[in-house]
């Protein structure tokens, strides 16, 4: 089976950090590009960071550039995203998933369950 588990989440006030990670299994995952993709309440998913195969290329949605780092660790199956000087509109849901990267970050069809990080203001 595919799997994609998330972690890391909680709740912390704004300014805080936070380091998801998540630990991938079933398939290939050195082939893929990983990302995380987050869905606020009553919002639509939204794509956040896409990271390539080797890990030397990251692209970031504009709202996350300069605060979020992905990186990824392919001995390990790993994939990680390093959140600072978080704000309440960061709160949501964080899925990882594999991606790709067309005017936009799009996930593919891997996807794990999510981590809740909540941001208080």
């Known amino acids: 089976d595919v799997q994609l588990q998330a972690s890391g989440g909680g709740l912390v006030q704004a300014g805080g950090s936070l380091n998801l990670s998540c630990a991938a299994s079933g398939f290939t995952f050195e082939d893929f590009s990983v990302g995380w993709f987050r869905q606020a309440p009553g919002k639509g998913r939204e794509g956040v960071s896409c990271?390539?195969?080797?890990?030397?290329?990251?692209f970031y949605v504009d709202s996350v550039k300069g605060r979020f780092t992905i990186s990824r660790d392919n001995a390990k199956k790993m994939v990680y995203l390093q959140m600072n000087n978080l704000n309440p509109e960061d709160t949501a849901v964080y899925y990882c998933a594999t991606c790709t990267v067309v005017d936009g970050i799009w996930p593919g069809d891997r996807w794990g369950q999510g981590t809740l990080v909540t941001v208080s203001s």
């Open positions: 990271i390539n195969f080797r890990g030397d290329h990251a």
